[in-house]
């Protein structure tokens, strides 16, 4: 119309001013505006034409109003929408107004001062009344609006949208400023069919409504949000209209998002698409049949099975084409189904096909219910079984010959693990003789048979025998092991010779007398006979005999037999082949004892021959050395004695001269003081003593050397045993002394009164020279090791390690020699019984027990590498015990020093000894 929409909530969807008449005498206005509501609420329109709005500076604004029902998409009343059209302003009271200014004059007859008043101030109350229940009902219509899952737009005529509800913002995917100002015609909707096709702006549901007038409901059309997902509404559109016009002003559009909805229909029509594909397509026969049995719908599996089409079938119930020996089988487990006692079952039945043949089928049944649990229909899963009947058939016509072969393959396999057994136990030794006696003992076992022989083919060159080396046998039967003459056997002999199988059931049917009297006479009155020929060729035979009575041997006990003496055939084998491996192993360890005992002789030997020639060498450069030595000094030694006499000669002159000329000249008398002839005259004296004195020292020196070499004596000799370890002890001097930092090694002597001692002084000097050798490099070696303890703080430097070696030599008695631990003793046996023994203990770091059974090994050494050779002890070993018959003996402890015991006797035995 030509008025505004809406009062001050101009525009906004809710806002409702009460009008109030202008009627004299008005009913409340609370109770009129309730009855006009509820008659719009029940789908009247409500009109008025003249009533007035009570505006807040207390004027009146007279309007024309129209309230319609609103509806929901459904179709329901939803609330109410009032519409109001502003009238001609008129006055009840006026102020003055200024002067010159008009006075307003009211149209009623006029009023006293008094009544205005009176009316104002009713009017007033009136307003106040109204504002509060229109402000109770815009609240309530706002909240109805805004708590809609229905998105709401209001268009104008022109179709641009004017306001909307949060429902809207959300459906649409849009904000309430981005949704105003728009049309149903906006491209931007990029609306579509059900069918995909654009749906044209002009054909919109509220566009139809505002050129026509007409409702809309339920249009389903398509709308792209603006991230480009395709959202599905379904649109209602109601037209708004003056009282006396029928073109709209307004219209309004609900819509709800049945997106999901059309994917669940999507979705529906796809999995009943399925289920029709699959029920038709189906490899067994399905239908579905009512509580009371109808058939109401079958595929075509189960028509093939039956042999009815379909229409046929339809017509029929399930028990119609059951057989009828079947039927109330059937219908116990319908009952069941229907009770609830089960959920499905499965049986298998018979079918009257239509041709009135009979099908086998297997029947799988369900029930379906409804929602509130009531039976609907059943499905039947039908699968056609007459092949697997037919097999049943078969198998229960076989089962009979199954079973006799099953009984048969038991004993094969009975017989296959007693065979594996004997054969396990035939095997598990390689002693000829107890594989023979595990083998007869196993037979006669298996066989339950009263007893088994082996026996030997002996060809011997006057009379072969047959030997019987093991038997196992029942407790009462007697011992038959022992020699059989080969013509005592008879013509059956040759066929065991030739390896042929003897099998005779009843000895009564042989046809041989010989062989016959021979088993009788043996007691036999069955007899198995099994040759063999073992790889070295030997022939023997396992002889199976029963006693008690006549035994028919069966096919399977020979071939058990059979396979038996293959492994006996494969065990001799073995047992052969490892006797020949243990003798051949016993040659070869005599041998490898012979080789040993050679190699060590021969280590022994070069190891003499090396050292022998070092000592030699050695002994050549000494005496040599010695010997030029002792020429000059014998000289200078000579000559010393003239020497002195000729200077105490001068001497002597010199005083006689000083006594007879007291006051020499001058020029003597400054080179007496020159040469201080004094101190040289007391000097001069000792002087020639310390000459003296040098040249005895280099003198007992060469005898050291000579006599440690002993180059100028051969073979044995009566020597002093003291002077051979004082020369060696000479000759080491040089390692015995002190040297800054390092502290000499004490020579401790303990020397007994020994008698000369007949031996080879040059040998025995070698084997004091590598005893004391070993002795101080056990020292040095303790030395080192005890500084660099200091060094590194693991000793008190207080802690002060004295070197020392001691030698001790004595005599002792044959019979206390035997004894080790009495290697000390001083008692004394006869001259021919006597050892003399030289005891050499050293304070150093000792040895293991095992090191000490290595000792005297040839190239055993524990030195570093490039300091031993492992030869020394060896060769003094060979010395002391081989060569004079005596005894080199250790006593050692780890950290209790080494001490090493030279036992030598007293008159020379040569290789003879107590070694």
């Known amino acids: 119309g030509d008025g505004e929409m809406g009062g001050e909530g101009d525009g906004e969807i809710g806002r409702i001013d009460q009008p109030i008449t202008d009627d004299s005498t008005p009913p409340h206005p609370l109770k009129r505006w309730q009855d006009i509501y509820a008659s719009c609420l029940g789908g009247e329109t409500q009109r008025g034409d003249s009533d007035y709005f009570i505006r807040p500076d207390g004027s009146r604004q007279w309007v024309k109003w129209e309230i319609h029902p609103w509806r929901t998409s459904t179709g329901e009343i939803g609330g109410v929408i009032m519409f109001t059209e502003f009238l001609e302003y008129h006055c009840l009271y006026q102020p003055s107004l200024s002067k010159g200014e008009e006075t307003c004059y009211p149209l009623q007859e006029a009023v006293s001062l008094k009544e205005a008043i009176a009316q104002l101030h009713e009017e007033i109350t009136e307003r106040q009344q109204a504002q509060a229940l229109q402000q109770e009902s815009e609240e309530r219509y706002r909240s109805l609006i805004a708590a809609m899952a229905e998105g709401i737009v209001l268009q104008d005529a022109n179709g641009v949208i004017q306001t909307c509800n949060a429902a809207a913002e959300r459906i649409l995917g849009l904000s309430a400023d981005q949704i105003k100002g728009r049309t149903s015609v906006d491209p931007r909707w990029q609306a579509v069919r059900e069918n995909g096709e654009p749906f044209p702006g002009e054909e919109h549901p509220i566009s139809v409504t505002l050129r026509t007038g007409k409702p809309f409901t339920n249009v389903v059309m398509g709308i792209h949000k603006p991230d480009g997902t395709l959202t599905w509404l379904s649109v209602n559109s109601q037209p708004l209209l003056h009282p006396t016009e029928t073109k709209p002003y307004a219209a309004v559009a609900s819509f709800i998002d049945i997106t999901q909805s059309k994917q669940t229909d999507a979705e ?41 089409t379909r229409e046929e079938l339809l017509t029929l119930t399930s028990q ?32 009257l096909r239509k041709d009135n043949t009979l099908v086998w089928v297997q029947v799988t049944a369900s029930l379906v219910r409804s929602p509130e649990g009531d039976p609907k229909y059943f499905i039947n899963v039908v699968q056609d079984i007459s092949e697997r009947q037919a097999v049943r058939r078969e198998r229960k016509a076989t089962e009979l010959a199954l079973r006799h072969s099953e009984a048969q393959l038991r004993e094969k396999v009975r017989r296959e693990a007693l065979f594996n057994q004997l054969s396990t136990q035939i095997r598990n030794s390689l002693e000829l003789h107890t594989i023979l006696e595990t083998t007869v003992q196993e037979i006669r076992q298996l066989l339950q048979i009263d007893r088994c022989q082996f026996a030997w083919y002996q060809p011997h060159e006057v009379e072969p025998y047959w030997e019987v080396i093991k038997e196992a046998r029942t407790a009462e039967l007697p011992n038959l092991t022992g020699h059989y003459p080969a013509e005592a056997v008879g013509l059956l002999a040759e066929q065991l010779l030739s390896l042929e199988i003897v099998r005779i059931d009843d000895i009564e049917a042989i046809n041989d007398p010989i062989f016959q009297q021979f088993v009788r006479s043996l007691g036999y009155q069955s007899v198995l006979v099994f040759p063999m020929q073992t790889p070295s060729g030997k022939i023997g035979v396992i002889s199976c005999s029963h006693s008690r009575e006549a035994r028919p041997w069966h096919d399977s006990e020979v071939e058990l037999l059979q396979a038996v003496m293959g492994q006996l055939f494969i065990a001799i084998k073995q047992a052969e082949l490892y006797a020949a491996s243990c003798k051949a192993t016993e040659q070869a360890q005599e041998q490898a004892a012979e080789l040993t005992a050679t190699l060590y002789q021969l280590q022994r030997t070069q190891a003499q021959l090396i050292q022998t020639e070092k000592m030699s060498s050695l002994g050549q450069l000494v005496a040599g050395v010695a010997h030029e030595i002792n020429n000059p000094v014998n000289f200078i030694y000579g000559n010393l004695i003239y020497a002195q006499e000729y200077c105490q000669d001068l001497l002597s ?62 073979g044995h000799k009566w020597v002093d045993i003291h002077s051979g370890i004082e020369s060696t002890l000479m000759i080491l001097q040089y390692r015995i002394k002190g040297k800054p930092g390092v502290p000499a090694i004490s020579v401790i002597k303990e020397y007994g009164d020994l008698p000369l001692v007949e031996c080879c002084p040059g040998q025995l000097n070698q084997v004091f020279m590598n005893l004391l050798t070993n002795a101080i490099d056990a020292l040095e070696e303790q030395l080192d090791s005890h500084q660099s303890e200091v060094r590194d703080n693991q000793l008190e430097p207080t802690i002060y390690f004295s070197p020392t070696i001691t030698i001790h030599t004595g005599i002792v008695g044959g019979d206390i020699v035997e004894d080790a631990g009495m290697a000390g003793c001083s ?31 040839p190239f055993f050494t524990t030195k570093p590498a490039g300091r031993g050779t492992g030869l020394g002890l060896a060769i003094c070993y060979q010395i002391v015990v081989e060569k004079h018959g005596g005894r080199l003996l250790c006593n050692s402890a780890p950290g209790q020093g080494t001490e090493f015991v030279v036992l030598v006797p007293l008159k020379y035995r040569g290789e003879k000894g107590i070694g």
């Open 827 to 857: 008692e004394v046996g006869n001259e021919e019984d006597s050892y003399i023994f030289i005891r050499i203990a050293d304070n150093g770091s000792g040895m293991t027990q095992q090191t000490q059974k290595q000792l005297f090994d």
């Open 320 to 351: 119609d084409i059951t057989y009828p020996d079947d039927v109330e089988k059937d219908r116990a487990y319908v009952r069941s189904l229907l009770a609830g006692e089960i959920e499905t079952y499965s049986l298998e039945k018979r079918y």
């Open 653 to 714: 002159l010199v005083q006689l001269y000083r006594g007879a000329y007291p006051n020499p000249p001058l020029i003597i008398r400054e080179r007496i003081d020159a040469i201080d002839l004094d101190f040289m005259m007391s000097d001069l004296a000792k002087l020639q003593n310390s000459m003296k004195v040098g040249a005895e020292r280099i003198r007992e020196i060469v005898r050291s050397l000579r006599t440690f070499s002993r180059s100028d004596e051969s």
């Open 268 to 308: 529906l029509r796809e999995s009943e698409e399925r289920f029709r594909a699959t029920f038709e397509q189906a490899a067994v026969g399905i239908k579905h049949v009512s509580i009371n049995g109808q058939l109401l719908r079958v595929n075509q599996k189960f028509c093939d099975i039956v042999g009815y």
